[in-house]
């Protein structure tokens, strides 16, 4: 059974840097989600299994960063120039192989992290 174990979330202030942390049980896709408050999940970062390859959504793109362990079978989401709208309960999520941004595509999540950005 795949497991999945997030830290890493908090409360900061604005313009600060956070990082997420997940552990899985094994080397799989990974993928970072979060829901605001109010609104609907929605897609923040994915790796691949194999390549490392990674996607990020266009709303983080360029202070956000996946990145993977592969000792630890850890992977991160490393957050900066954090903005209030980055609040959300944020989600690990993990599939045997990578096959899309949606989260229908990802078969094991995780807890959930609270992470709130006040302004």
């Known amino acids: 059974q795949v497991q999945l174990v997030e830290s890493g979330g908090g409360l900061v202030q604005a313009g600060d840097s956070l990082t997420l942390s997940c552990a899985a049980s094994g080397r799989y896709a990974m993928g970072w989600f979060r829901r605001a408050p109010g609104k609907e999940r929605e897609f923040v970062a994915a790796?691949?299994?194999?390549?490392?390859?990674?996607s990020c959504a266009d709303s983080v793109k360029g202070r956000f960063t996946i990145s993977r362990d592969i000792v630890k079978n850890t992977v991160y989401l490393q957050m900066n120039s954090l903005k209030p709208e980055d609040t959300a309960v944020y989600y690990c999520?993990?599939?045997?192989?990578?096959?899309?941004?949606?989260?229908?595509?990802?078969?094991?999540w995780g807890q959930g992290t609270q992470v709130t950005v006040s302004s």
């Open positions: 790796i691949r299994r194999r390549t490392d390859m990674t």
């Open positions: 999520a993990a599939n045997d192989y990578y096959r899309s941004t949606r989260s229908n595509d990802f078969a094991y």
